[in-house]
């Protein structure tokens, strides 16, 4: 299984960024190898309207199944659940922290967007 | 010729301003109130509207039949309105900016149109004035185009002023575009000087030639006029501050009723401008 994560740097060190749609790139980190490989998002950050949208559809795109990020807005998230994502919010400092939030168990599915419109 | 009322923020008499033009004016005029996401125009003018039409602009229906999730439509819009997620295409009509390319792009015809009622549009008609308003339904953010549509209605009177929505983005600059002259609408404080910086920049950009009418004058604060002295913009107009036009306002009064000496003062901001313009 595949976890995508956003991640304001470039290493599993780097702060986990709490954007979505903005965020600066993903790490997907594969659960049954430890391995993991980045993904930009560097154009997204300039996306006019509905870069969470648009980043949704990244994630769906990279096979990722499960999603770990600060927030997410409605409608990234209408196409993340429509995909088959699995959503988890998470406030660790790190990429790392986060994910090993995730193995542990602690971190909970979430059932709705956490943010209106335009943070995402 | 036509003269849109604009103001880099809200509340500053824009809307007291474009109604007096259209009463003071003695030949028949047309007054659009392109402020669609708030229009109170209407309110001044006591007149009824006569005729109510519904505003849609076409939006996409993918036909899950003929889909094969091929992305393209999505990979196309710009506007990020289509997405591909999982075993569907979905549209976020309040995103499309209906462009129509995801339906020609599509190689399987799977895009078809629907109608997205945005708005309405109202229109009245009394002795001398013609008056259109654009209403946005509640939640729409897709302006433009109604506030396009309604400026369809003001095309060859001898006056026709727009009243336009407060800002400097998108709406205001599509009420804006192609006027001969635009008036901004500002007050004596920094506030007002700082939204009129920017509204002023916007409109100078547009080669449209502009004047200042300054509201509510009496303050003592003098920015505003050092500002217009500055980049050479001319104030065409102060009005007293004066609690008798807020009062009346509040009654939906126009400033005319309470200061008549006022419709002078317009009349001869319109020959000005017209003058102005031909010279
Ligand atoms: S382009 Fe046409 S076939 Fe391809 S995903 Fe869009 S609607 Fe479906
Ligand atoms: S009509 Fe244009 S803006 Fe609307 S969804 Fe299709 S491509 Fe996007």
Redesign the interface.
Known sequence: MIVAVTCAGKSIDSPLDNRFGRAESFILFDLENGSFTFLDNEQNLNAAQGAGIQSAQKIAKSGATALITGHTGPKAFKVLSSAGISVYHSSAKTVKNAIEEFKAGKLEKAPNPDVESHWA | MTVAVASGKGGTGKTTVAVALVLSYDRNSVLLDCDVEEPNAGFFLRSKSIKKEEFSVPVPVIDAAKCNLCGRC?DFCS???L????S?I?V?RD?CHSCGGCSLICPQNAVMEEKNIIGEIHSAESDKIFFVEGTLKIGKAMSPPLIREVKKYGKGENLTVIDCPPGNSCPMITAVRGADYVVLVTEPTPFGRHDLSLAAETVSEMKIPLGVILNRYGSGYKGVEEFCEKRGIEIILKIDEDIKIAQAQSEGKTILDVCPEMKDKMCGIVDKIQKGLTK
Not at chain 2, 83 to 86: D, N, P, S, T
């Open positions: 999505a506007f990020n309105a997405a591909l997620a999982g569907k979905l976020f995103l």
